[in-house]
């Protein structure tokens, strides 16, 4: 190699050297406005094509139909008679009385909150294990926490009739135990416990997080200091994990509150949630009021969420957590008082969660390998033969696997660097930021049948330029619209990370020269890595679950995804849909412990 | 026969065979190589694609090699209402014509669009051959091709379902009854046009009253509670009259599934096709219809979908009236009675049963 080529290379070194650091310099603000581009193209603008129904009636400016939903105690019960003029003393006074009505937004929002309460009890437990508590297997079992969120409806009531039912599983131990018999379908505690099936794990998950982030050096202060056991808990960690179990509680009321298929797959009609009134209406064509009916069920869940981003912004964790929590054994080391008791209760525990996390699952591959005639592999066949003979217009399993894998990747790959940047303009400090933040969470509160019409008309139909239809759709605009399902589960988790960070090390940081984009990269997510990957696997999570835009934006059955093929799947008998529902159970377990492992959530950063 | 326009809650598209047809616009392949004609049909999915048997792939076939023509079943998610949506809108409908919509299907697409869907069906052979009472549209735009019966099932080990409606209110039967919300699927919609037939559209909801004490079930969709039903959740489940061919196919005990016709009527859920107005292709539209109607044609359509057919001279197995069971006398709404009523009926029963 001659002077001079080195000259050329050193000088290509500094060329390229100069690029990256002017992408660098631009990455944040070109980031953040593909990430708004994306949004409004594949989320407000379809949705507001549906909500400016509810506004606009026959050509005319109006908001008789919302004054028409507020008004109607079908709706919204003993409120209604605020709107005629009763006095608040004496609404609630209604609402007190044992013939209270809370109407269909008010039963809606109270199902909801008892679900979450459920969660976050189901929740809880089980952070506590995965964070405090070394075992085999630890790290894999909190990989699968998360499985539950991706289960079609369908394959969980089967799950839940299965082992809740008359002759469930449930009652079959039960009796065993000569406890006698409990009957708990078709109610709402069922369907509250189907919640919690689904909502649980995403306490457990993002409490999970929170825990592992808790610096150690801040406990062993506090014990150095004279402070009990109890009272460094309570004084140091606890204040680092409300802010988690809070926003657990707070998602759980937003999805429970748009519940729909589970609700009258597990409860019954009389049981009928908001969600199932706007479906009604969309289907009849009554899009004005299902419109309303929608903003109104919008409005309660990101109010909602707006209460708790208020309150994470003042309660931010000062994390500078470098060294974790030491982990305990499972086994006792010792026959102590202060050794068992927190075993036994977490033993306690463990039989609640068979039953209410194993049981259902197990049941569903029960239900896979069972015929007329006991144990079989029959539909496991049926789905090979599917595979080997479908016509080109019906879905076989393995493109269903195969796309579901893609298009999650895609979506996390996309979803990931969305929530970091909105995560990072949301954390900064100006007036009205939380408002911001709240409405970039509404994918999550929104009615997804809202969102599907949306979609179609906005993007499917597409709009006319200069005499050509420009209509969106296909794989790509499948991966967009899980992408904007999944990124508000990211900014959730790096968020309060974010909130929290040591502003001195991001300052002596910028002060080094360092543009936005590195110290983003290269000091503050590394410090709230865990909670990176936490939203990573939620979006993930998301994506594999996602059914209604799936449906909506596939240009064929080649794009079609494992809760497509289930769907497709349904038949008299369980065996078929259950087969593909353990494949789906199987694909995206792994698919967990690999994010988890590649992410090396384990403070091992 | 097992609509799922439930479980298929929002949206719609289009599970069409049709490469890359969406992108830009819309699926245009009127003429394909060779000067082949496409036929694009719209229907439900599991006309095409069910764990059982669909008609579609069959039809498909034989369609094809006589007609010289490529037929493309279209299976958008929220089935006839995708169509309604697109006209609407003001886009193309791009399917020539739809398999599958019943009376108060017409009636919605009626009461929703000001100019019409579909199109006059014209003179068709085999239409003369459909049975009295099936066609079910005043203006001859849709001509039944298949019809169910919904009824009552019951597992004849556990109980023996009463044999009316009132039947249905004693208290050997409080908790037995699983039915479907009435607004989300067929045949929930059937059982409670049933109940508007015998009590009248006064007397329904006092009917349902009753019913609700005595703790029927009403579930989502037919899925869920036909599921809860083989679990043994409830004895009695709103289903199909051809419960018992699956039964036998799948080798279950029969006495698990009998079939009760409240006050001996079953409701007659008529299923129809026709051709969409502003179709590319009119007239292979209407030759498929004519093919639909052949009696060999019906018998298979009749076997595949587990339906009865619409004609008279089908062609079916001799065995098959042994598990397909027909109502001594088959009852339904007309398009007219339907008209202006039937999305009330939904909506007050709604309310009443919903009441929190």
């Known amino acids: ?605 | 026969m097992e609509r799922r326009s439930f479980l298929a809650a929002a949206g719609a598209t289009v599970a069409t065979s049709l490469t890359g047809c969406s992108g830009i616009g819309t699926t245009g392949e009127t003429s394909t190589e060779s000067g082949r004609r496409t036929l694009v049909v719209g229907t439900y999915s599991p006309f095409i694609d069910a764990p059982s048997s669909s008609p579609g792939a069959w039809l498909k076939e034989q369609f094809e090699s006589e007609f010289d023509a490529r037929l493309v079943w279209q299976t958008p998610s929220n089935e006839l209402n995708h169509y309604i949506e697109r006209r609407k809108a003001g886009v193309d409908v791009e399917a020539d014509l739809y398999v599958g919509l019943n009376a108060d299907d017409l009636v919605r697409v009626d009461e929703t669009l000001d100019e019409s869907l579909f199109a006059d069906a014209g003179d068709l052979n085999g239409q003369s051959d459909v049975k009295d009472g099936l066609s079910f549209d005043p203006e001859g735009r849709a001509v039944p091709f298949d019809t169910g019966y919904v009824s009552l099932v019951f597992d004849g080990t556990s109980t023996t379902a009463p044999e009316t409606f009132d039947g249905l209110l004693t208290e050997d039967h409080a908790g037995d009854l699983i039915t479907q919300n009435p607004s989300s699927s067929d045949t929930g919609r059937a059982f409670m046009l049933h109940t508007v037939k015998q009590f009248g559209a006064d007397g329904y909801l006092d009917y349902w009253a009753d019913l609700q004490a005595n703790d029927v079930r009403v579930l989502g969709s037919w899925d869920d509670s036909y599921s809860a039903w083989s679990e043994g959740e409830a004895p009695i489940v709103t289903s199909y009259s051809t419960d018992r061919v699956y039964a036998d196919r799948y080798d279950q005990n029969l006495e698990k599934h009998r079939i009760r016709f409240l006050n001996d009527q079953g409701y007659a859920n008529p299923e129809g096709m026709a051709v969409f107005e502003g179709a590319n292709e009119p007239d292979l539209a209407r030759e498929f219809m004519q093919f639909l109607l052949r009696p060999e044609v019906q018998g298979e359509i009749a076997v595949r979908n587990v339906a009865f057919p619409a004609t008279t001279n089908a062609d079916l197995p001799s065995d098959y009236a042994k598990f397909a069971l027909e109502p001594p006398e088959p009852v339904t709404f007309t398009y007219d009675e339907l008209q202006g009523s039937v999305g009330e009926w939904v909506k007050d029963w709604s309310q009443q049963f919903a009441q929190n």
């Open chain 1, 1 to 605: 190699m001659t002077d001079a080529d080195e000259g050329t290379d050193s000088g290509r070194e500094a060329g390229e050297e100069q690029v990256r650091a002017r992408l660098e310099r631009h990455a944040l603000p070109v980031l953040a406005a593909g990430t708004v581009a994306l949004l409004l193209g594949i989320f407000y603008y379809p949705v507001a094509t549906v909500f400016v129904d509810s506004v606009v009636v026959e050509g005319r400016a109006t908001l008789s139909v919302f004054v028409g939903i507020l008004t109607d105690p079908f709706y919204v019960g003993d409120l209604a008679g605020l709107a005629a003029g009763e006095s608040p003393l004496s609404v609630l006074g209604d609402l007190l009385s044992p013939d209270r009505r809370l109407g269909v937004v008010g039963f809606t929002a109270y199902q909801a909150a008892l679900s979450s309460v459920a969660s976050v009890v189901l929740g809880l437990p089980a952070a506590y294990l995965l964070a405090r508590y070394e075992f085999p297997g630890r790290r894999t079992l909190r990989s699968l926490t998360i499985l539950p969120f991706v289960l079609p409806s369908i394959m969980v009531a089967v799950g839940f009739v299965a082992t809740f039912g008359q002759n469930g599983t449930l009652n079959a131990v039960l009796g065993t135990l000569g406890l006698g018999e409990v009957d708990l379908l078709f109610t709402l505690e069922a369907v509250i416990i189907a919640h919690a099936f689904y909502n649980a794990p995403l306490v457990a998950r993002v409490t999970t997080a929170a825990w592992e982030s808790v610096d150690a050096s801040a406990v062993e202060t506090a014990r150095s200091l004279g402070a009990s056991p109890r009272r460094a808990f309570l004084d140091v960690v606890a204040p680092q994990l409300y802010p988690s179990v809070l926003m657990g509680a707070a998602l759980t009321f937003v999805f429970t509150f748009g519940t729909f298929p589970i609700v009258l797959a597990l409860g019954g009609f009389q049981l009928a949630t908001v969600e199932v009134f706007v479906y009604q209406l969309i289907r009849d064509f009554e899009y004005a009021e299902a419109a309303a009916l929608a903003i109104v069920e919008l409005v309660v869940s990101l109010g909602l969420l707006y209460a708790y981003l208020r309150y994470e912004a003042r309660h931010s964790v000062r994390s500078r957590g470098i060294r974790p929590l030491p982990r305990r054994p499972l086994r006792p080391p010792s026959r102590s008082l202060g050794d068992l008791l927190p075993r036994a209760g977490l033993a306690v525990y463990g039989v609640v969660a068979l039953a209410v996390f194993v049981a259902p699952i197990a049941s569903m591959v029960y239900a896979s390998v069972s015929g007329p005639d006991g144990l079989t592999l029959a539909h496991y066949e049926f789905l090979v033969r599917r595979q080997a003979t479908a016509a080109a217009f019906q879905v076989t399993p393995w493109d269903a696997v195969r796309n579901s894998l893609l298009f999650g990747v895609g979506s996390l790959l996309l979803a990931l660097p969305m929530g970091v940047v909105v995560a990072v303009l949301t954390t900064r400090e100006y007036r009205g930021r939380k408002l911001v933040d709240a409405v970039g969470m509404a994918p999550l509160a929104v009615s997804s049948i809202v969102v599907g019409i949306g979609l179609l008309r906005g993007l499917v139909f597409g709009v006319e330029i200069g005499g050509t239809r420009l209509a969106i759709g296909g794989a790509l605009a499948i991966v967009a619209a899980h992408a904007v399902s999944g990124y508000p589960f990211v900014v959730r988790t790096v968020a309060p990370g974010l909130e929290g960070m040591d502003q001195s090390l991001v300052e002596s940081a910028r002060a080094l020269g360092a543009p936005r984009a590195r110290v983003i990269s290269d000091v503050e997510l590394p410090l709230v890595w865990p909670a990176v990957v936490a939203g990573a696997a939620f979006a993930f999570a998301i994506s594999v679950g996602e059914f209604s835009a799936t449906v909506v934006l596939a240009t064929g059955t080649d794009q079609f995804t494992m809760p497509v093929a289930i769907e497709r799947f349904i038949g008299r008998r369980l065996g078929p849909a259950t087969a593909m529902g353990v494949v789906l159970l199987v694909v995206t377990a792994g698919s967990f412990v690999v994010i988890d492992r590649l992410g090396g959530a384990d403070g091992g950063f």
